[in-house]
């Protein structure tokens, strides 16, 4: 079964005075790209939590943030009264010897002045942590359940395009005898209108016309375009993380029809030919969303 690289997943950690939310997005990338927004208080373990991300999800352009709501008074900023009064003292005993009697900004002036606001440092609870890494772990658990739903439409779709570049092969047989014998018709006109029909060596005509043939012959393309298509299906089936592989199977089949349609010479095949690259780019489009 297939998995798409797109997804999104989101869980959320109730902690005794905080609300951390944790948020995970993945779009299509050959490789993993991986980008991480994490609080101060919890960077000590971005490595531990990009190793983790990596080894679950594999490649994509994935975005990782962890929001914090914290629900305590206890642990907001905190104003630092006695730098506050001190700044309070200094500021009026200036403008009082200065004659300005106006005091009403001090406040706003003060406030924004250097440690008016105090912020203590956190330190990391190791019990709250692993509450938050369990969150992580459903988070990630969450988008892979997304991209296992986007999978299997991908799936639906990719199957019916293989499905369909099969029935046009299958079309292929009706239009080979016609063509052949169209391009003995037209070689045969031909000749007989440059050098006259009397002057015709029929013996040595036909054994160019079958060599010319003979580098027409389409058989071996159809064999392996058939296989390609068998096994662009059993990779599907098969494999969870076969993008890439997919891709290049993609591009084999792509070598098989062109050289179908370099060796047409007949309008039906031509056509049949253009409707299967038509169903391959949609199928190489969607490839790309493949994990």
């Excluded at 929001?67 to 907001?76: I, M, N, Q, R, Y």
């Excluded at 003292?89 to 403008?95: C, E, F, V, W």
Aim: contains cysteine; negative net charge.
């Amino acid at each position: 079964m297939i998995y798409s690289m797109t997804g999104y997943g989101k869980a959320v950690c109730e902690l005794p005075n905080k609300k951390v939310t944790i948020e995970i997005k993945s779009l299509n990338s050959k490789q993993m790209d991986l980008s991480t927004r994490i609080p101060t208080l919890y960077r000590e373990k971005e490595l531990e939590v990009r190793s983790e991300i990596s080894a679950s999800l594999l490649r994509g352009k994935v975005d990782f943030t962890i929001f914090v709501e914290t629900t305590s008074a206890d642990h907001l900023a905190q104003l630092n009264r006695p730098v506050i009064e001190a700044y309070h003292k200094q500021l009026k005993d200036i403008a009082t010897s200065l004659g300005e009697d106006g005091h009403s900004d001090l406040m706003r002036i003060i406030m924004t002045l250097p440690d008016s606001v105090k912020v203590e440092a956190q330190q990391l609870d190791e019990q709250e942590w692993e509450k938050i890494h369990n969150t992580i772990v459903t988070t990630i658990d969450n988008l892979n359940a997304f991209r296992k739903q986007e999978g299997a439409s991908l799936d639906a779709d990719l199957r019916k395009r293989i499905s369909l570049i099969s029935n046009y092969l299958q079309e292929v047989p009706k239009y080979e005898s016609q063509r052949v014998e169209k391009i003995r018709q037209r070689i045969q006109a031909n000749l007989d209108e440059l050098v006259g029909k009397e002057n015709v060596d029929e013996n040595r005509l036909e054994q160019e016309l079958i060599f010319y043939i003979e580098k027409l012959d389409i058989n071996e393309e159809k064999v392996r375009l058939a296989n390609h298509l068998k096994y662009f299906i059993e990779t599907m089936e098969k494999e969870d993380q076969g993008g890439k592989k997919l891709g290049f199977i993609a591009q084999e089949i792509g070598r098989e029809i062109n050289t179908l349609g370099s060796k047409a010479n007949e309008a039906n095949l031509q056509r049949l030919v253009i409707q299967m690259k038509d169903e391959l780019e949609k199928i190489k489009e969607q490839v790309l969303n493949v994990l």
